[in-house]
């Protein structure tokens, strides 16, 4: 049974001419090609507005919103369809563009009608629910587990070696061991190994050394954070709002602190998803289930004045919407929010059923305090809150704020009143900490939390002067008070806080929106998933039903998409080169058995990923080689036969901790809030918002990349000019760019300045320059070096030694290694 596709409805509404009555027509024969090959747009505005779908064989027979039947079986005369396809008078001929079907394929169409309309060798309106359309293509087919091949040391080299072989390609040889623990280091840590891991691995003659190092790293918690920058690429993290204000956000790092620990702990990939899109929803939710939801937090927000509101919170709805379809689903859902999707089997309808589940939550800051945060906050609390108290009645807050919000409901009530209020209303909706202002300032003041209370009292006391001008707010001294308030604050400890997600308590029907825009509502719509999919069996499904679908064994998608994004960091590319797109337009997989294969093992693993991340690195395949291969350079040049490894470039975070790390600076200490290492003056003054980049000092200055603050309008120039995401949308891979001011980067940023310094004072002390040379490459390079480089580099350093000494001769030695493209790439 199949569903009518818009499209071809539509393009064969043109013409009428009545059919020889003896013709029999078959659905698929001769009706279905129509639909296929006279694609003519999507449906108009007016249909999606009434609910005149003509992709649902339902409303075919029983209309829209306004009752009509699109079809009358038996009758292409009285059908409504065949009245628009004419342009009958009064009624915009369908389609509003495009060419019209000659007259033997509008006959086709009216024989169908004049028939019954069967489908599928049945009756289409004889009571048979709807079922949808299935698709073919390979994405949306069930995992199938293929048989593994035997004789191999790993699943992974079965699959791999037999494509080589039908290819007639031998496999490259394995990597020397100090590639090897260099290439898995970095892969599974982000750091490079230390001299002395590298020479107890050399050492060790054990058959299973290479498995042991492979446990170790796994082990560690550097691993967390090394996997935690690939997912947070995909989350659109930032520490900033973005757009024109791009105020900084204090606590989105929580969020960050959440992924670091669930990939530690290696929690189950399921767990994973189900609890960053409904954490909040699990029964008995603990704070760490909530804390996950921050993924749906990492949208954008806008605080210009006089933006409108609904606008930006449907603009979130589309982003929450449209990124869930990409991270999970590997679709690009979000090409349905203005029409049906123009190569995939997705509708517009089913992007906002999918958006459904989002549309009624809201944004909840809650406290999430760290470990050894709650003894001294409790010991101080009342302290502090006696001195705030103090403070606020000093200055009659409570007095002026019980008539300010009056005041402000009054202008709320009546807009245009009184503009100084309006402005003043406008500035609360955008500028209060969460965005809370306005559900804070509905609630009865004994309903508000204390941490309510707090927020709406803040914005009061700094806003004051939008209300009642500039003179009488310093005359009140509230720009004094915002001091105290402020100092008072930074003396006393906290709790820290967490951007969450959690069910609104003001609920409203979810509408398709005609054309993408907000201010077009369409037809009602349930929350549901693309109907080319299997669908959720929970009536009235909840954001947590949808979590529980996705990673289901019913979703075919979650799997492969997970476990190709895995791959694709080991090996430049995924299995699926279009790892954001399983969709018609995307690649189709290089190696489809093994995929299916690697996402069946990933389920039944129990969604583990150190269990697949040791999968792939303890295989054959991963321990080839790097090195090009001629026969192989017009045969396969990218690589996707996997006849050898790829050097890849190293993201922009991790050739910053290699610097740090081998230079002895890193502050190895894992979590906690972002920092701002040195950078370039003037890079913060270029965004609008004119945010001050204050410095981290002392070990704060020397920690990885991963907790580097990320402005969304001026981001750290050393990730930007590394392909480093801009965090506006998801990033599902990273492209890998060679300009000429990375190269500058290298030479002149602080930190590789300060890397060379430090790694020179490691190695000057000896006397012998072979000595201390071999040093700086072991750091460096986990090699010695050749014959060449060292005639080379002595020649540099006495060249350098003469002009500028000894120390200064060093360090330059050392600032060329940490340029070589043997440093910044994983051979």
């Known amino acids: 049974m199949r569903t009518i596709p818009v499209l071809f409805v539509v393009a064969v509404a043109m013409a009428g001419q009545t059919p020889p009555a003896a013709r029999n027509v078959d659905f698929h024969r001769d009706v279905e090609p129509l639909f296929r090959d006279h694609c003519l747009g999507c449906h108009g505005p007016a249909m999606q507005q009434s609910g005149f779908r003509l992709d649902d064989r339902a409303v075919l027979l029983k209309g829209g919103n306004s009752g009509k039947a699109a079809i009358v079986p038996g009758s292409s005369s009285a059908s409504p369809l065949i009245q628009r396809v004419n342009g ?11 060419p019209r079907l000659s007259a033997e394929e509008i006959s086709v169409l009216r024989a169908w009608i004049d028939q019954g309309a069967a489908w599928s060798g049945e009756s289409a309106f004889g009571g048979v629910a709807v079922v949808p359309v299935r698709s073919q293509h390979w994405a949306f087919q069930p995992i199938r587990r293929p048989a593994v091949a035997t004789g191999e ?17 031998a496999p490259s040889p394995e990597a020397p061991k100090n590639i090897l623990l260099r290439r898995v280091s970095l892969d599974l840590t982000g750091l490079p190994p230390t001299p002395e891991e590298l020479a107890e691995f050399e050492a060790d003659k054990r058959p299973d050394a290479y498995e042991r190092q492979v446990d170790r790293l796994l082990a560690s918690p550097h691993y967390g954070e090394k996997w935690a920058r690939h997912w947070l690429d995909q989350a659109r993290y930032a520490d900033s709002d973005g757009y024109e204000k791009d105020w900084s956000r204090p606590y989105a790092w929580r969020y960050r ?21 409904a954490g909040d929803e699990l029964p008995n939710a603990t704070v760490e289930e909530k804390v996950a939801t921050g993924f749906q937090r990492n949208t954008l927000t806008n605080r210009e004045g006089g933006i409108d509101t609904e606008q930006f919170r449907f603009e979130n709805l589309v982003d929450r919407t449209a990124t869930v379809g990409t991270v999970w689903l590997g679709l690009t859902i979000g090409c349905a929010q203005c029409h049906d999707h123009k190569y995939d089997p997705l509708k517009q309808k089913d992007f906002y059923r999918l958006s459904a589940f989002f549309d009624n939550v809201e944004e909840v800051d809650i406290d999430a305090a760290m470990p050894g945060e709650l003894g001294p906050w409790l010991a101080k609390r009342d302290e502090y809150r006696a001195k705030r108290d103090q403070l606020l009645k000093d200055y009659r807050i409570a007095e002026l704020q019980t008539a300010w919000e009056k005041d402000m409901l009054r202008a709320a009530a009546h807009p245009g009143e009184r503009t100084d209020w309006d402005l003043a209303w406008d500035c609360l909706l955008k500028l209060t900490e969460g965005g809370d202002g306005e559900k804070i300032i ?14 709406l ?19 009140l001294k509230f720009d004094e008070l915002d001091k105290k308030l402020r100092e008072l604050y930074a003396e006393y400890p906290q709790l820290t806080r967490a951007m969450t997600l959690a069910d609104s308590t003001h609920t409203h029907p979810t509408r398709l929106r005609v054309r993408g825009d907000y201010k077009n509502p369409g037809i009602v719509v349930e929350p549901g998933v693309p109907e080319v999919l299997q669908q959720i069996a929970a009536p009235h499904a909840a954001r947590l039903d949808l979590a529980r679908w996705i990673v289901s064994r019913d979703n075919p998608l979650t799997a492969r998409v997970a476990v190709n994004r895995v791959w694709q960091e080991y090996f430049g590319q995924g299995l699926v080169k279009t ?40 295989s054959a395949t991963y321990k080839q080689s790097s090195n090009a291969r001629p026969e192989l350079e017009t045969r396969d ?56 980049w204050e410095e981290s000092t002392g070990k704060d200055r020397y920690r990885r990349g991963l907790y580097i603050h990320f402005q969304r309008t001026t981001p750290y120039p050393l990730l930007a000019n590394f392909d480093a995401p801009k965090s506006t949308a998801t990033a599902c891979r990273r492209m890998r760019t060679d300009t000429p001011l990375q190269a500058l980067n290298l030479l002149n940023d602080p930190v590789f300045l300060e890397a060379a310094r430090a790694l020179a004072e ?51 030695v050392a600032s060329v290694l940490l340029n070589l493209d043997e440093f910044i790439v994983r051979e």
């Open 88 to 98: 009958a008078a009064g009624l915009t001929a369908m389609p509003p563009g495009g």
């Open 153 to 169: 040391t790993s699943p992974i080299d079965g699959f791999v070696h037999a494509r080589l072989r039908h290819e007639g390609i």
């Open 257 to 277: 602190e959440w992924v670091i620990d669930a990939l530690n702990g290696d929690m189950p990939f399921d767990r994973f998803t189900i609890q960053q899109i």
């Open 442 to 455: 509905r609630e009865d003041p004994p309903a508000r939390t204390q941490p309510e209370h707090d927020v």
């Open 457 to 475: 009292t803040d914005h009061f006391v700094r806003n004051y002067h939008f209300a009642v001008g500039d003179k009488k707010y310093k005359e």
């Open 579 to 618: 790892s954001e797109d399983f969709g018609t337009q995307g690649d189709r997989p290089t190696h489809p058995e093994l995929l299916d294969w690697l996402a069946s093992e990933f389920i039944d693993s129990g969604w583990s990923l150190k269990h697949m991340h040791r999968l792939i690195v303890t």
């Open 637 to 692: 040049p990218g690589n996707t036969l996997l006849a050898r490894q790829s050097r890849l470039r190293l993201p922009a975070e991790l050739i910053r901790d290699e610097a740090l790390s081998t230079s002895g600076l890193l502050d190895p200490s894992i979590g906690g809030p972002s920092v701002r290492p040195p950078q370039p003056k003037g890079v913060s003054e270029i965004g609008y918002s004119g945010n001050h």
């Open 762 to 812: 490691q190695v000057q002390q000896d006397q012998d320059f072979s000595l201390s040379l071999t040093r700086l490459f072991e750091r460096t390079l986990d090699r010695e070096p050749g014959d060449a480089e060292v005639q080379r580099l002595r020649a540099y350093f006495k060249q350098e030694r003469d002009q500028f000494g000894d120390r200064a001769a060093w360090t330059s």
